[in-house]
């Protein structure tokens, strides 16, 4: 079964912190990604990864940064946290098939922001 | 990525099977059909998916008629812990960002003992 770990469930932090976010899967897969997920939008992609030192921006990148320095590991930092980042932020990892795409995700860790 | 449409809420009872539908009438020849299902305050967790034949995994069946237009989820014994949000995505993996997963709505299926 694949397996992809998130560091925390639940998460407090105050505004201005740094925060890390850390996902890890171990199924060898190359493409990891971050999204968030706010009540009434739905998932929303932060950043992506598809190799080990490779990242891309999502759709929401502000206020965001990642790391992937080992392939199975893929880290999301908020620089400076702010209230509007209070979110259910999920990692997942992907596996690749011919023309098809498989996620799993991690189980969300809820970030809240005072 | 095809539009779906799945009914708003269904209720189950226990041990008996969930068949959830899907209508995606403008799918395209290469979009495949995605399952996945998210329980409160959990992540999406991943089921099934298909192109045009019925697939069948530990977790549940995919049915998808003739004209792939709409589909049916199969839970065949469905117990408490089925209780979630089942999404139906339409949809071809081309790479890159394009595989970021859109979530519509969902169907909220709920098992009573």
Not at chain 1, 42 to 58: A, C, H, P, T
Not at chain 1, 97 to 105: A, E, I, L, M, N
Request: aromatic share 10%; proline share 4%.
């Amino acid at each position: 079964d694949v397996k992809v770990t998130q560091s925390s469930r639940y998460l407090v932090k105050r505004t201005g912190e740094k925060v890390f976010l850390e996902c890890v899967q171990d199924m060898d897969h190359e493409n990891m990604f971050w999204y968030r997920q706010d009540p009434g939008l739905g998932l929303r992609l932060i950043y992506f990864s598809y190799d080990v030192k490779m990242k891309e921006k999502g759709d929401i990148p502000e206020g965001y940064s990642v790391s992937r320095e080992k392939k199975e590991r893929f880290s999301l930092i908020l620089e400076s946290a702010s209230t509007n980042q209070t979110s259910m932020y999920l990692c997942a990892s992907i596996f690749q098939g011919r023309g098809t795409d498989t996620q799993y995700f991690g189980p969300g860790t809820r970030l809240t922001v005072l | 990525d095809a539009k779906t449409t799945q009914p708003t809420s269904m209720d189950c009872a226990e041990g008996r099977a969930a068949n959830l539908p899907c209508n995606h009438s403008t799918i395209s020849g290469n979009e495949y059909v995605y399952w996945y299902r998210q329980i409160h305050s959990q992540g999406p967790q991943y089921i099934i998916h298909g192109l045009k034949n019925n697939e069948t995994n530990e977790m549940a069946s995919l049915i998808i008629t003739e004209d792939r237009k709409s589909s049916t989820l199969i839970l065949p014994h469905a117990t408490l812990r089925d209780t979630a949000v089942y999404y139906c995505i339409v949809r071809v993996a081309s790479g890159g960002s394009n595989y970021k997963l859109t979530f519509g709505k969902g169907t909220l299926l709920t098992v009573n003992p």
